[in-house]
């Protein structure tokens, strides 16, 4: 989100902006604030699912298909690999997403999914990774650091594969610390039964001073915490748990190495070479340019 709100300023610097978390359902207040506005956007990782009513990450309810209008689409993704959408999620795309604004999806699995419902959805890739061009990608390191930062996701738990992970950066860098981006990684991490690693409290304002201040490499299972990293200057390589990692590295060429693959995880660390990220510049470039003739008189409602 860090990235959402940077590309939203730049566009809307003018604007008042009303935030209404995705996370909980929307209150009566939110959803009258979102029906007055003439654009909410809509900015998350795996927002969409073919269910949209059962355990989504966008807690909606029938309530919501009667409230929100003409909601534009930034940087999203598809929730899992998933069959057909049900009726009442067909229902929800034709009735609350834009038919005229250009919807931004961050893989070419979302876009497949979801042209299938909605008309103008282009491929943008992540937002998070909009600043990585030839010239930024050149900032980041090509050699091998001392230390490592590691990092595991607790609700796609794979004991032996995570340990083998960990050995294998243990006995590589002088040094592992530990990224805890959620509160029950910190569990799942005890459960391995490994130690000698260097816990890092789970706060960002605390990642980003190790990432500034350390000479480090991340190697974990956290597509933000690897891509943040990216942003400081730091090698990075992602262990995917679901479809996001994977999908996005398809499209971007970013350094995505399976756990079931400790060899291709062992290249990586001991031949480093130069980090090439692939973006759509064109179609990141065609879904702002859709706002600036209103970008400084626009009221946004942003969920």
Same mark, same amino acid.
Not at 42 to 69: A, C, Q
Not at 118 to 124: F, S
């Given at each position: ?36 506005? +003439? ?5 998350? &990782? ?73 008309? *103008? ?5 992540? +937002? &998070? ?28 738990? %794979? ?39 260097? +816990? ?25 915490? *690897? ?5 400081? *200057?730091?090698? #990075? %390589?992602?262990? +995917? ?21 400790? %060899? ?10 130069? &980090? ?5 510049? *064109? ?5 702002? #340019? $859709?706002?600036?003739? $209103? ?9």
């Amino acid at each position: 989100m860090d990235a959402v709100w940077k590309v939203l300023r730049e566009l809307f610097g003018d604007a008042e902006f009303v935030r209404t978390p995705t996370h909980r359902r929307a209150t009566l207040a939110e959803m009258r604030a979102g029906r007055r506005a +003439p654009l909410s956007i809509v900015g998350g &990782t795996n927002i969409l699912k073919s269910h949209m009513l059962i355990r989504g990450n966008w807690r909606i309810t029938p309530l919501d298909y009667l409230s929100w209008r003409n909601v534009v689409l930034f940087g999203v993704g598809w929730q899992q690999y998933a069959g057909e959408s049900d009726a009442a999620t067909r229902l929800f795309f034709r009735t609350v997403l834009s038919r005229t604004w250009l919807h931004s999806v961050r893989d070419m699995h979302t876009y497949e999914k979801l042209r299938e419902h909605v008309p *103008g959805v282009i491929y943008t890739g992540c +937002p &998070t990774m909009w600043d990585f061009d030839e010239a930024r990608c050149r900032t980041v390191s090509m050699r091998k650091a001392r230390d490592v930062v590691f990092a595991v996701t607790y609700y796609r738990p %794979a004991h032996a594969l995570d340990r083998r992970v960990f050995e294998i950066l243990k006995s590589r860098y002088e040094r592992v610390f530990f990224w805890p981006q959620q509160a029950l990684d910190v569990p799942y991490m005890r459960e391995l039964g490994v130690d000698g690693y260097i +816990p890092i409290k789970p706060d960002v304002a605390e990642y980003n001073r190790l990432l500034a201040s350390e000479d480090v490499d991340f190697v974990g299972a956290r597509l933000h915490g *690897g891509i943040r990293a990216l942003h400081h *200057g730091r090698r #990075a %390589a992602i262990i +995917p748990v679901d479809n996001r990692a994977t999908e996005i590295g398809r499209s971007t060429a970013l350094s995505v190495i399976s756990r079931e693959d400790p %060899a291709a995880i062992e290249r990586w660390i001991d031949h480093p070479g130069p &980090t090439r990220i692939i973006m759509p510049w *064109g179609a990141i470039e065609r879904w702002k #340019a $859709q706002f600036g003739y $209103q970008a400084a008189a626009s009221r946004i409602a942003q969920r």
